[in-house]
């Protein structure tokens, strides 16, 4: 974080901002401003030059089409990965998370390369996951379920490298791809170096205030002031219960 203001990014929202994910950088700007950090947003559109000293990065959900614009963005553009190399926070929401890793297959079976920064691979899996998602973290520093809502018709398979974010109680998550054999414990996301990815919406940030202040205070490089915002904890409770988890 710079000594006047913590940066957050939200990369290029016009192929990446389907679902309202744009939504998680202003959750994030919000948390910090009410603890008297000063906060900004920085979007970074298509064609615009991704800059690599921002503190955290933002990336939302689109179609195949914006989804292989976004692909070849980031094989094409140094300054996200500079920005992971030097430690930087990101949160990646549901097409971002394929975009990032080696490769997915779109449900026009094309092969688009990803950028690599996530050992994953992604497969149709012949079905789309549409609803609540419920999921247990398997992150150091969150203790409560984490919720949102999925849509999406790909399967994603973790490499070594790469850990899920949370394993699933309800809802499908990562899913399977077609050919392939059901994991033993269902989970969602990817958790590797910097990186937070998953397949939740809501925007996921509004719905899991703990995990925007993991965020946050990764960005900050210390612990944060409790916060408590009106209305989290009663919509919250709402959701779980439209999940069955009581």
Known sequence: MSDSALTIGVLMPEVLGTYGDTGNAMVLRERARRRGIDASIITVGLTDAIPRSLDIYTLGGGE???QALA???FRADPGLSGALEDGRQLLAVCASLQVLGM???DARDQRVEGMGVLDITTD?????????LVTVPLVDGLTEPLTGFENHGGGTVLGPGARPLGRVVAGVGNGTPLGHEA???AVDGVVQGSIIATYMHGPVLARNPQLADLLLSRAAGGPLEPLEVP???ALRAERLDAAGIR
């Open 64 to 66: 195949d089409t914006a």
């Open 71 to 73: 692909a070849e963005k």
């Open 103 to 105: 490769w997915y297959r």
């Open 124 to 132: 149709p899996q012949g079905h789309r996951a549409i609803g609540e």
């Open 183 to 185: 994991a033993a414990e």
């Open 231 to 233: 209305g989290t904890a």
